[in-house]
């Protein structure tokens, strides 16, 4: 750290409070190094008083302390002084801390052991935070939401983590359906992360990847002492990431090793392994029963409470949550730091997203690691969708006219320095799709106007007007 910044930093103040003192002495010790003012205490109390005698520019404390919780703490904070960030570090790593530190209102959360680099990088953040409330609240929320496993505050995801909730406390089989790229393992191990089993093992088999003839001893075990991923995940959660690929033959032993038929002792227990289920998938397992692809007392049993993920087309007001969280993500990674404007966040909600949130995210790494720009643009934005277009789902043939039409407007905003198009844009738009329409529909009825009228939709008077107005061209002989 050069000598310019250390002055700068040294009219900043950093409230520290951690009843081990060698976690104050470290932080005091780095902090100290960086130029920065630095009081330690190792209660609440006395952070308290500092904090309500408007000392400290930052706090930095444990959630668990001798005489009261940050939890409670923190409120107080907030209350008395609401523009005073606070960084919550816990040696409780679980998802609950995490999020209560966010619900509370924490700057940033930094589990224990920590590395002091992050620390630090935290504080930094945390102290440059922008003069913009809402940018400031913005920046919150990315730093929250990179740490936790789903992000999103909208309707759908609202009633998502609802679901969860419900199930959290529970050891119901759970089936979680949803397109590829929508978190659906980011769900189940939600699920395990909060749940009752969460000191167990959270075991995967992607059942899409293991070739057909393998999956029963990858997921049952072999003869000669590999006890599969079922007994591996004993005490805790196995995963069957995309069920609907799973061979009829080991659908019909899962079923039965559910039902107690078939017993799958764990030789170092000898009882039946006690295993909580997930699975997912993103196909129509109801189509596949009726194909003979998928049993239907199977579907049945892994069917008890059903969570489905939406599509990021349908919570597009989640993407500037996600694109920043990603940003984030992708600096502490190792990429160049990034910010991304207002307009460059219109432009991806025009997308499609027929990959879902894993395509916005490779979009945002792709773009951090290829453009020296610092502020992503619409201009990036749409440079980059042009050139990695994918093929909706289950599409073979030409792009839909949604998907034509969306690559055209997005034009509109690429083509401008700043990426904001100027104003009367909807009126232009309009103009660019009637014209041709109306051009197209009256040459299919040869200009009979009656007739184009009624497959438009149109009063012929109104059809006739748009004519004259949009300077349709009639051939002659025309009516």
């Keep these: 750290m050069n000598t310019a910044t250390n002055a700068a930093n040294a009219s900043k103040k950093i409230l520290i409070a951690d009843d081990d003192s060698s976690i ?6 780095a902090f100290t190094r960086l130029g920065y003012q630095v009081r330690a205490t190792g209660n609440a109390t006395t952070l308290l008083k500092w904090v309500f005698d408007g000392e400290g520019d930052l706090v930095v404390t444990d959630v668990v302390m001798p005489d009261e919780n940050v939890f409670d703490v923190l409120p107080r904070i907030r209350k008395e002084r609401p523009k005073l960030p606070v960084i919550v570090m816990s040696a409780q790593n679980t998802l609950l801390t995490a999020v209560s530190a966010a619900e509370i209102g924490a700057f940033d959360y930094v589990p224990k052991p ?29 730093v929250r939401d990179e740490r936790l496993p789903l992000i999103g505050r909208s309707g759908p995801m609202q009633d998502v983590y609802r679901t969860i909730a419900r199930l959290v406390g529970a050891d119901l089989t759970v089936l979680i359906l949803g397109e590829s790229g929508t978190g659906k393992e980011l769900v189940a191990r939600a699920l395990h992360d909060m749940g ?37 995940a004993d005490g805790g959660t196995l995963f069957l990431d995309e069920i609907g690929d ?10 039965r090793v559910i039902d107690g038929s078939e017993p799958a002792l764990n030789p170092k227990t000898g009882r039946r392994p006690n295993v909580r289920l997930i699975a997912a998938t993103n196909r129509d397992l109801r189509a596949l ?43 502490r990674e190792g990429l160049p730091s990034k910010t991304i ?5 219109e432009r991806l909600k025009l997308h499609a997203w027929p990959g879902n949130v894993r395509e916005l995210e490779n979009l945002v790494r792709r773009i951090c690691a290829l453009y020296a720009e610092e502020l992503i643009s619409a201009r990036i934005v749409e440079r980059e969708l042009a050139e990695h277009q994918a093929p909706t789902p289950g599409q073979d043939g030409p792009l839909s006219l949604s998907q034509l039409v969306e690559r055209h407007l997005g034009g509109y905003f690429a083509e401008q320095p700043d990426g904001v198009p100027p104003a009367g844009l909807y009126d232009r738009v309009l103009e660019e799709i009637e014209r041709p329409l109306i051009q197209l529909t009256l040459s299919a009825t040869r200009g009979n106007q009656v007739r184009a009228a009624e497959i438009l939709g149109l009063n012929r008077n109104t059809l006739r007007k748009k004519i004259q107005d949009l300077g349709v061209e009639m051939s002659r002989g025309r009516r």
């Design 289 to 331: 029963i009726q194909q003979g692809l998928f049993r239907e007392d199977l579907f049945f049993r892994l069917n008890v409470a059903p969570i489905r993920l939406p599509p990021l087309r349908d919570r597009v007001e989640d993407i500037p949550d996600l694109a920043r969280a990603f940003l984030l993500r992708a600096s």
């Design 24 to 29: 104050r002495l470290v932080l005091s010790q």
């Design 114 to 142: 920590f590395d002091l680099d992050d620390m630090t990088s935290a504080a930094r953040r945390a102290l440059a935070r922008p003069a913009d409330p809402e940018a400031a609240k913005a920046q919150a929320r990315a």
């Design 246 to 255: 799973m061979p009829l033959d080991a659908q019909t032993r899962l079923l």
């Design 196 to 232: 009752r089993r969460r000191d167990g093992k959270f075991v995967v088999i992607n059942l899409a990847a293991v070739p057909r003839e393998r999956v029963e001893a990858e997921l049952f075990g072999r003869e000669e002492g590999d006890f599969g991923k079922l007994l591996e």
């Design 341 to 345: 404007d207002a307009s460059a966040l």
